[in-house]
């Protein structure tokens, strides 16, 4: 099986632009998780979606926003960009269940390096 | 509130050597563990998770971890460690009672394996 796929892979924004960002999981999966990697904050979560609602959210401003699509996919924008916001943006897949508890590890895609300047 | 520590930066080791990362976790509910290994301009790797049954947890290429509840730890091992086992570790928790996907990392632990 094709492992996560991100893209793309590196992006370079100015401050005030806006990003959109897109994940594709392993096939199967339907859980889907975004996480923000900085030097100083180390791996944050940012949201989580299955079958296309947003089951957990992060603590992050309004300006991050995500979604996903009937095939899984998931994408996620940031508007008005900061300088604060470069990072390495991961996508996680994993096969969640839609109750009950879940055991599944996640399964990462290689990120995003999102730069802005 | 959940919370991984992982309370070195780095751990140097000579190739050939017993390695261990050091991780505690708090949650509130049943702690769902995991490790993970990230090497340089990558995503993170899976290597191994524990969620319930025996305390001792093997995973990939040749890494295990022991699951200790009274001292709230879950470190990683391996009986000999490798050049190529360097890389930046990350142990991370979920809360198992919780239906959510949400995983709390740790800082991260810089192996150094020299030859």
């Known amino acids: 099986k094709a492992g996560v796929t991100q893209t793309p892979r590196y992006l370079i924004k100015t401050r005030g632009q806006q990003v959109t960002l897109s994940c594709s999981p392993i096939?199967?999966?339907?859980?889907v998780s975004w996480y923000q990697q900085t030097p100083g904050q180390g791996l944050q979560f940012l949201f989580e979606?299955?079958?296309?609602?947003?089951?957990n959210k992060g603590n992050f401003p309004g300006r991050f926003s995500g979604r996903q699509f009937s095939n899984s996919r998931s994408e996620m924008n940031v508007s008005t960009l900061e300088l604060g916001d470069s990072a390495l943006y991961l996508c996680?897949?994993?096969?969640?269940?839609?109750?009950?508890?879940?055991?599944?590890?996640?399964?990462f895609g290689p990120g995003t390096r999102l730069t802005v300047t | 509130a959940q919370s991984v520590a992982q309370p070195e930066d780095q751990v140097n080791v000579a190739e050939g050597n017993p390695l261990t990362v050091k991780c505690t976790y708090s949650?509130?509910?049943?702690?769902?563990l995991f490790w993970y290994v990230q090497y340089p301009n990558r995503g993170l790797q899976f290597l191994l998770k524990?969620?319930?049954?025996?305390?001792l947890v093997k995973g990939s290429y040749g890494f295990e971890a022991e699951f200790n509840k009274s001292q709230t730890s879950f470190h990683l091992k391996k009986p000999s460690a490798l050049v190529s086992d360097s890389a930046l570790y990350f142990c991370?928790?979920?809360?198992?009672?919780?239906?959510?996907?949400?995983?709390?990392f740790g800082q991260g632990t810089t192996l150094q394996v020299k030859p």
């Open positions: 996680a897949s994993s096969l969640a269940a839609a109750t009950g508890l879940s055991s599944y590890e996640q399964y």
């Open positions: 096939s199967g999966h339907r859980s």
């Open positions: 979606y299955f079958s296309e609602t947003q089951r």
């Open positions: 949650v509130s509910g049943n702690p769902y």
């Open positions: 524990y969620i319930t049954g025996d305390n």
């Open positions: 991370a928790v979920r809360d198992g009672s919780s239906n959510t996907g949400k995983l709390i």
